[in-house]
């Protein structure tokens, strides 16, 4: 017989799904709690469990509550009398199985075992029904027994067979404990679940259509698919184990869930659909778009931030107010010069904030404001997690805020290792100043040949005196200003370079301390999101609508 199952799990889609599952679970150990991962852990053991048993076997699973006749339908269904019917309740305390074999080479032990069939609860079917060959019929405890390690045992077995027919009576076909424990629970497995209404034979005639309507209507509210029109999902059938009616439905019904050897597989199919409906809220948030992450916007702003915190825009305005004063240093007049000097030595002396603040100008590398640095890092930190699912944003935050702790002190260090370079000089400030010496040169020359002209000393062409005084008076402001305006464009180079290098800094030990860590994150979560979405795809692929940075 072909073994089409372990095709189906290994080389189809849902071998795909089970991939992904496993790296979902492996990538997410670090971020998630242990017990959220616990049912896709649990999912992921069953499947390599059941893989490793024989494939042409299809464990099918009796469930209901007391007294719905599971018994007697198994019994039914079996052609003999192996399982104990009766008024006691409960009747049947453990799980009693009928196997109708696939064939001598290909024993149906190892999936008993598995299910925990006790050797002395195992039965052969006694009509061998080519329609039924490969099915395992399993008759389960009462899933609202008193005792309650029936009930563990019920739970367990729903966890691990490959179909469950389950079966209701007209007294308690509406019961919440069914509908809201185990109806609702499967709703999922709809497509290997078939729900009997046992006991018709009880009711009027006219009234099973109306019973087995209102079944359908409840089903339907708890979100069971009902297997109608040639849809996929849970087939509703009337059925009297007493009397024999609708048994050879049932069967027919039976043969066609365990004939394509498919179950197996459509039960793990439903199963990681389970896991992945209540991981998705921890892998795909509000929207289906992937979340932008570090958008250039977002490492632009960071940038921008860290630069003003190591005061990258002051020290430019200051680098080029300081070109500024060495240009009117060395091309100022040389009285400017002097006045210039004597109030700075005053103010000194007298202790004055403007020239206190002009000395620390003067000693020492930008301080570094830790608190704008905090803060940037928790914009830069609040924008990469934007749109993420929380713990995933959770994980990015902390990222950036452990990164942060270290950042200014890696900022101050940058700065302080840096050379102190020694500032050019323009060859034409030489030149400036030998034209104000020059100036200065005519002005007191100007000035002695006036004095001797005054005192009445004799001297030759009495305007030349007056002359070259007001030259010399003149034509040194007029020299001054004309060098500053020329020194306007290199003093803007000048600070520019500034505050590019200190922004340079700022942005290399931001990207080394805190983008590194928050692009290292998203991309994990990156794919971790690709993982579920091929987890949670029913054909196994997809393909995401945007790209983390």
């Known amino acids: 017989m072909t073994d089409t199952t372990a095709s189906t799990i290994h080389n189809g889609p849902l071998g795909v799904r089970l991939g992904a599952l496993r790296e979902l679970v492996g990538l997410s150990r670090t971020r998630l709690d242990d017990a959220v991962l616990t049912e896709a852990g649990r999912v992921l053991d069953e499947a390599a469990a059941r893989d490793r048993l024989p494939t042409a076997y299809t464990a099918v699973a009796i469930a209901g509550a007391t007294g719905s006749g599971k018994s007697t339908l198994f019994n039914a269904l079996a052609g003999a009398q192996l399982s104990e019917s009766g008024v006691r309740r409960p009747t049947t305390a453990t799980a009693v199985s009928c196997t109708w074999e696939a064939g001598r080479e290909l024993p149906a032990d190892g999936l008993l075992e598995r299910l925990g069939v006790p050797a002395r609860a195992r039965r052969r079917a006694h009509v061998l029904d080519p329609g039924l060959r490969g099915l395992i019929l399993l008759d389960l405890p009462d899933h609202d027994s008193v005792d309650p390690a029936h009930r563990e045992q019920v739970d367990r077995l729903l966890t691990l067979v490959d179909a469950v027919i389950w079966v209701v009576d007209p007294e308690k076909y509406a019961d919440a404990l069914l509908h809201e424990r185990y109806l609702r629970a499967f709703a999922g497995h709809a497509d290997v679940s078939i729900i009997v209404l046992n006991q018709t034979d009880r009711l009027p005639a006219e009234a099973v259509d109306a019973v087995l309507d209102d079944l359908r209507r409840l089903l339907d509210d708890h979100g069971v698919a009902l297997g109608e029109h040639g849809e996929p999902g849970a087939g509703v059938l009337p059925v009297s184990a007493l009397t024999g009616d609708g048994i050879a439905e049932l069967r027919q019904a039976v043969g066609e869930l365990v004939a394509p050897r498919t179950a197996a597989a459509r039960r793990l199919a439903a199963d990681v659909d389970g896991v ?135 900022l101050a260090a940058a700065l302080a290792d840096q050379p102190t370079e020694r500032l050019p000089r323009p060859r034409w400030w030489s030149a400036a100043g030998a034209g104000q010496a020059f100036l200065l040169a005519a002005q007191i020359l100007g000035l002695c040949w006036l004095v001797l002209a005054l005192t009445g000393q004799p001297v030759v062409a009495g305007w030349l005196p007056v002359l070259l005084l007001a030259c010399g008076s003149c034509g040194a402001p007029l020299l001054a200003w004309g060098c500053r305006m020329a020194a306007r464009g290199p003093a803007r180079a000048s600070g520019s370079q500034e505050e590019w290098r200190l922004r340079r800094i700022a942005a290399e030990r931001g990207h080394t301390h805190v983008l590194e860590p928050v692009a290292a994150e998203l991309l994990r979560y990156r794919e971790v999101r690709e993982r579920y979405v091929v987890a949670a795809s029913p054909t196994g692929e997809a393909e995401l609508s945007r790209t983390i940075r």
């Open 276 to 410: 992945a409906r209540r991981l998705g809220p921890l892998y795909i948030a509000d929207g289906a778009e992937a979340p932008a992450g570090l958008t250039p916007q977002a490492r632009e702003d960071f940038e921008d931030r860290l630069a003003a915190a190591v005061g990258a825009p002051a020290a430019g305005q200051n680098a080029e107010r300081a070109w500024l004063r060495r240009a009117d240093r060395a091309c100022g007049t040389p009285w400017a010069q002097a006045l210039r000097h004597l109030a700075g030595r005053q103010a000194e002396r007298r202790g004055e904030p403007a020239a206190l603040a002009a000395k620390r100008a003067q000693a020492g590398p930008p301080a570094v404001a830790a608190p704008a640095v905090e803060e940037a890092v928790r914009r830069l930190a609040d924008d990469a997690a934007d749109g993420l699912p929380e713990p995933w944003a959770r994980a990015v935050r902390d990222a950036a805020r452990r990164s942060a702790d270290a950042l200014p002190g890696a």
